[in-house]
């Protein structure tokens, strides 16, 4: 197996420090290789591959992150060893530029999901594709990322894109309204364009972006705050070769469904998926080879990870769904929505990475032990907040080992939100948020 041409990478013109699949990043506990997967998707296959190649040269650890991809840690010193089994069964870029701009952020049941207005795999493929072999696209950073929504019942609509896309219907037509350097949840829509314009409209995004940009310019919202979004759709209209139209029938649904945890319908009648959670967004090998054989054995042969740090285990005949929970639980994910690390998140922390000034993720469990009920909360080893994609309704910010501030999310304030209480233990968090969430239920 060969790598792909231009390996490796010229120059880039946005250079990154973030891992990629060509691009292993050192940290405390060794190298990091993020796989980037199509919408979340992954094969058995492939997930095999991936669980192997953790297990021979690299800790075993393997992470899902905020953005449905899949990262192996603790990579050693065998670099191609690692990477050529992940090329051989498709999990790597068309060309070794185009790695980095693989960031397009589908639902993770796009295509089964019964709520959807259409079925983003079609456009999603036309996208990707046009990402990777377009030269040009190669000069955004790795950070740029795109997110198309079908309209499903599940989509995380939090996170912020440089530019987003909703599907939805006016008049037995279907359109996407689009936003710049947002997210759905939370921003207007600049207007819309058929589906069928889908396509042209990113192409013509990125391109008016890396005309307009300098390299200093990552995201969409660094150009924004030297020309106006107005002056940017002006351009963007004029070369569009169909009219934008309004996006005032759009209905923007505001919050964002937690990972599903349990059985769903799928829009085949008689079939379901079937979610589970992982424990602070990670699992090991022997975890990952196990999900492919119960994916193999109950499903159509794929996985779909989740931006909430979940999987699911689509296509399974609904009389089976029991015996794939069973299957998961046994396998050590969560499959209880009441556990407290369901709705938890902690970067690396201060185990693996030299900023972090406590060990996040023993914090997370020590804490999840001490309160009753879920609670959406994320533990940063520092202000860089990798684990997060968009602010937490809680936030502990670590200060030192096994201490935290504990900030509440306020659209009022920027960052974390609110400071509210300083210097915390993990003991003192925990009874404060009990306390917390004792009020609010007798309110
Ligand atoms: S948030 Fe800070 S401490 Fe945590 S992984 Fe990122 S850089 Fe490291």
Redesign the pocket.
Known sequence: MTLPPDFPATTPVRPSGCPGLLRIVQAMDGGICRVKLAGGLITAQQAEAVADVAHRYASGVIEATNRSNLQIRGVGTAHQALIEPLLAVGLGPANAASDDVRNLMLSPTAGIDPQQVIDTWPLARQILGSLESTPRFAELSAKFAVQLDGGEALAMREHHHDLWLCAFECNGQPLLAFGLAGCPAQDAALGSVPVEHGHELVMTVLTLFLELARPEHTRMRHLFKERAITDFFAQLAQRLSVAIGPAAAWPRATHSRQSPIGTYPQRETGQVYVGATLALGRLDAAQLSALAKIATRYGNGTLRFTPWQGVLVPHVRAEQAACVTQALHALGLLCDAQHPLTQMVA????SA?I???AD?KQDARRLASLISQPQPIHL????????AAHVAPVTLLAVAPGHYDLYLRDPQHAGFGVLRERNLTIEAAGAWLEARQRSNTHD
């Open positions: 970067c690396t922390g201060s990475c900023k972090g000034l996040t940063t080893g520092c202000l860089r907040s990798c684990a």
